[in-house]
T-cell receptor, first 114, second 114 residues
Framework: AQTVTQSQPEMSVQEAETVTLSCTYDTSENNYYLFWYKQPPSRQMILVIR??????QNATENRFSVNFQKAAKSFSLKISDSQLGDTAMYFC???????????FGTGTRLTVIP | DAGVIQSPRHEVTEMGQEVTLRCKPISGHNSLFWYRQTMMRGLELLIY????????DSGMPEDRFSAKMPNASFSTLKIQPSEPRDSAVYFC????????????FGQGTRLTVV
């Protein structure tokens, strides 16, 4: 079975500061992908960043980076230089081998404070 | 491409009525997913199709829910009869088949059953 856990229902950060969102997961697969999706108030789900499980190097996309700890099954998202537009729900998701449906965590609501 | 298009964006219906949600995936994508989002349960996969064929419908809550994909450019999710507990946001997403490919989401349909 696949599970994704986000233990922080809500977080806040001052504009321009750095914030880290936590995610842990469980899977019996050896080959899988991990994703962070952002859902702003518009409701649109937007891919933020993606990590291949077989890669040791942490993925980075501009101000967004991940800390992927495969042995610990941990996949945290770091947002640097937070901007007001980063205010959204953030979902961690796991994609498994043999199918490309995603398993989502329950989300973390991030508020960037001006 | 206009992205994944869902209609309607909002639907209010009375308990017992039939509801049909519609989705047009991104052209060329061969996987299509229906998700349901609620506060209590987060994002749940209801069903997904690959090349218009239902692959996994284990997330469909009960027989009142049915989904079809008559061709590569159109899918429907039907609830008959609807109940108040079906109130949620329903997302359609599409992707190319393959592990790690990004799922592109529509803007969702907010269903309210009164």
């Amino acid at each position: 079975a696949q599970t994704v856990t986000q233990s922080q229902p809500e977080m806040s950060v001052q504009e321009a500061e750095t914030v880290t969102l936590s995610c842990t997961y469980d899977t019996s697969e050896n080959n899988y992908y991990l994703f962070w999706y952002k859902q702003p108030p518009s409701r649109q789900m937007i891919l933020v960043i993606r990590q291949e499980a077989y890669k040791q190097q942490n993925a980075t996309e501009n101000r967004f980076s991940v800390n992927f700890q495969k042995a610990a099954k941990s996949f945290s998202l770091k947002i640097s230089d937070s901007q007001l537009g980063d205010t959204a729900m953030y979902f961690c998701a796991l994609g498994r081998t043999g199918a490309n449906n995603l398993f989502f965590g329950t989300g973390t609501r991030l508020t960037v404070i001006p | 491409d206009a992205g994944v298009i869902q209609s309607p964006r909002h639907e209010v219906t009375e308990m017992g009525q039939e509801v049909t949600l519609r989705c047009k995936p991104i052209s060329g994508h061969n996987s299509l997913f229906w998700y349901r989002q609620t506060m209590m349960r987060g994002l749940e996969l209801l069903i997904y199709f690959n090349n218009n064929v239902p692959i996994d419908d284990s997330g469909m809550p009960e027989d009142r829910f049915s989904a079809k994909m008559p061709n590569a450019s159109f899918s429907t999710l039907k609830i008959q009869p609807s109940e108040p507990r079906d109130s949620a946001v329903y997302f359609c997403a599409s992707s190319l088949t393959g592990l790690g490919t990004e799922a592109f989401f529509g803007q969702g349909t907010r269903l309210t059953v009164v």
